[in-house]
């Protein structure tokens, strides 16, 4: 639970660093049709939320700045009984007052008068340029002879990159309910016979827990399905012998959590699973041990690069030697993606690995990120040998950046074959 007051320490810190005669402007999220009149459940904007708290749609944010001083307001959504009816109670005005310290709140109604009366030319206009919306889009024209745009959406993003306790705390519970379903997934599998219904049980546990959503679609893929990186349709067949290759993690009040498991289908690796998976498993957690305050991911990744490729070569998979194969990229064939990314109130949090001077930006206390090597081994590549191929592994957990080092938030997350294997056992 993150109290008001860190909302408004995060509005005030972002103030700080706007430019002295500005006005700043970000939308809440458009509701999505999903098809016809049927919609998907509304989620807040990351930032919008990141900002205030603020779980509704037709708001807006409005910072005015002038010198170092600064007026907050927020524009809602007014109660109306006979829409509130079909999809729910409002705030409104008054609601949101009690609850948000903002300067003034407003009816969104009123937003685009607001902005008349307000605009000053020779000021800096910052919004969110990836936003697109009616009400949006006809305030920027509004703007038209600004001197500056700026994009607020990559201030905001910056700030989220180190997560306060309160923030951690929440992905701490996100973790400790995507650890109940990846255990459940591994002791029910054996008795399991479709993709579908192992998704299903491990969606059962993420709701049972009050974690309203996934944090991204679920992974759920047998066989050689899982090397299709973004494999979702889960509608296969699973077949004895094979690995799944599972990544699912629920979001817990806003927060996410992002975890891959590859567990055998019927409770036991055989042996050509266990070679490939141990050296996937070693490789990450060599990567984590690097892990600490000053280092960059870029680094993390290049070593993921050598230390797979280097396993790669041992196991007869690539041929060659490693410097030769690393220069000509061949590893990437079998592992074609990044050791990871941020993560927070996305599951990729906004892609800011470089400050303003394009300069990697090291890592820092506070930040989380995932650590996800993976092998790829397709069964329609020629080059895999027989007994490797159709194989996908990919191990992933969530890791915090502390002042010595780093802690990995997943850590009671099982992924030692030993491990996998009694659990796959029990029942
Ligand atoms: N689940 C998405 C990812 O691992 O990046
Ligand atoms: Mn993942
Ligand atoms: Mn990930």
Known sequence: MIEEKEYKARREKLIEKLDEHSISILFSAEPKSRSNDTEYPYRQNSNFYYLTGFKEDSAAIVIVKKKSKAKTYLFVAKKEPALELWTGKR???????EIFSFDEVFEYETLQTFFRENIVEKQTLYYDFSHNCEAHNSIVSLCKNFYAYKNLAKKIAKARLI???????????ALSITQEAHHRAMSVVPKLQYEYELQAEIEYIFKKNGAYSDAYTSIVASGNAANTLHYISNDKAIKKGELLLIDAGCEYDYYSSDITRTIPADGLFSQAQKELYSLVLDVEKEIISMIKPGVMRSA???KSEELLCEGMVRL???KGKVKKLLKEKKHK????HGIGHWMGLDVHDEALYKNKKAKEIPLQEGMVLTIEPGIYLDEENETVPQKYKGIGIRIEDDILVTSQGCENLSKNIMKEIKDIESLGKKK
Request: overall charge positive; proline content about 4%.
């Open 300 to 302: 993390l990744h290049t």
């Open 316 to 318: 007869g998979i690539l």
């Open 91 to 97: 705030l409104g005005v008054e609601g949101a007052k």
């Open 163 to 173: 997560k306060s306790s309160a923030e951690i705390a929440i992905i701490r519970k």
């Open 333 to 336: 064939a079998f592992y074609p």
